[in-house]
């Protein structure tokens, strides 16, 4: 058998394996499935049966793409605030071991005014969330 022969028959034979073999049948209003298409579009899921699956199998609802980007400039938030504390902690053991660098003030008011303004952004994205 030439091999151009067998690789059309491999790919036939790949392609008889579903890769989701069960098959579910729904009913549903309208309403219901303009409902469903919508949450759909939301999400981050491939295609609506496997944003049904994942919502029948999850414990945890499938997340909104809203939501997801809420989460993720959370992190981000996050992430300044423990670079700022970074920086803030580093100037301070420079400071209070060597002696060296300088330990202005200002600057440690200003650095903490941006930790404290992050914090509340980050509180209005956990209450935005929360909804």
């Known amino acids: 058998m ?4 067998a690789k059309r028959r491999q790919r036939r034979e790949s392609k008889k394996v579903k890769r989701y073999p069960a098959v579910i049948f729904i ?8 409902a469903i298409l919508a ?3 939301a999400s981050a899921a491939t295609s609506v049966s496997r944003f049904l699956v994942l919502a029948g199998t999850q414990s945890v609802p499938v997340l909104p793409f809203e939501s997801r980007h809420l989460i993720q400039q959370a992190l981000f938030e996050t992430h300044k605030i423990g670079t ?3 920086q803030l902690t580093r100037a301070l053991n420079t ?3 060597t002696g060296r660098g300088t330990l202005n003030h200002r600057d440690v008011d200003l650095a903490a005014q941006e930790v404290a303004k992050t914090l509340r952004t980050l509180r209005a ?3 935005t969330l929360g909804r």
């Open 2 to 5: 030439p091999i151009d022969e």
């Open 27 to 34: 009913r549903a209003t309208a309403r219901e499935k303009a």
């Open 39 to 41: 949450n759909f579009r």
């Open 84 to 86: 700022n504390l970074n």
């Open 95 to 97: 400071f209070l071991v």
């Open 125 to 127: 994205l956990i209450d």
